[in-house]
Every structure is written in structure tokens, then in C-alpha cells.
């Protein structure tokens, strides 16, 4: 089963400097699934979420273009395991006569061409059990800098390695 998660943004991790990609799910616990990533990616994903034009088309751009001048369109993200400390996620494309295909992706590649198309991503149930972090509720207006803190706390503490099977 895939949940609908929202794409919060992309942090740094401190001290190592470290890009995460962070997704939280759109409803339900609103566990947070963090994602390191490269830091070209990260820079990607960012442009695309503030809108930034860049004087040329970058390769997330370029793909996006190519995608609509086909006549196709991305569906949707699936954000599909973590296997060995990697994740895996799956770009669903329906072509022009309505048949559709899946292609696999790094989940950065992914994030950034959902953030340039306004696609919507997804998550597999058991990679966010496997890898999702419960986000703390708060009644109040500081429900974001809430989680923000509480990721800071988790991200301190974390390593990659941390995500490999036992």
C-alpha cells in the first residue's frame, strides 16, 4: 500500500553538512521519512520548490520537457524501499495513448522532477515503518520549528548505516 506524503524540503545536516531530503506523510501519524542525498541534487530540488528560473535548463528541467512535448505525463512518485542503507523509488508515467510506464529512479531524481511538474509522491507503507520518524504534534503555532527540532535531535544522532537490515 502507497501513502501520500508531502515534500517538506531539503536541510542540512550539522556537522557534517550532510543534504536530507525530508517527505512527510500528507495524513494519518505525519511520520517524516528522511532521505540523504548529494548535494547537486539537493541544490535541484530546492530551485524547483522556490521557483528559481536558472539561465538554462537543468537535466530535471530538461527531462520534464521532454516528457510533456511527448504528450506524456508523470502520474506520480513512488518512493518503493530502502534496501542495504539505499532508497529505491519508481517514476509512473502515462504516455500519450493512456498506456503507462514505471521507471526506476533515485529518489532525488524522482523529488526533483515531482517538485518541477506538481506531481504528486508516494511512499510504500512499509518503507515509512522501516524508515519514518513519529513527528511530534503540538496544539500551537509552533508545530513546525517543533519538528524541525525534533529532527535536528534525530539527525544528530543517526548515521546511513543506521538504515541497514540487522
Known sequence: MTVEMELVGVRVQMPTNAPILLLRESTGPRR???IYIGGPEAHAIDLALQGEPTPRPMTHDLFAE???GLGAALDRVV???LRRGTFFAELHIR???GGSLVISSRPSDAIALAARTGSPIFAEEDLIEQAGIEEVETDDQGDEEEMVEELRRFLDEVNPEDFLPE
Request: charged share 25%.
Open 32 to 34: 517524516v521519512v528522511p
Open 66 to 68: 521532454v516528457v510533456d
Open 79 to 81: 518512493i518503493t524501499e
Open 95 to 97: 504516455d500519450a495513448q
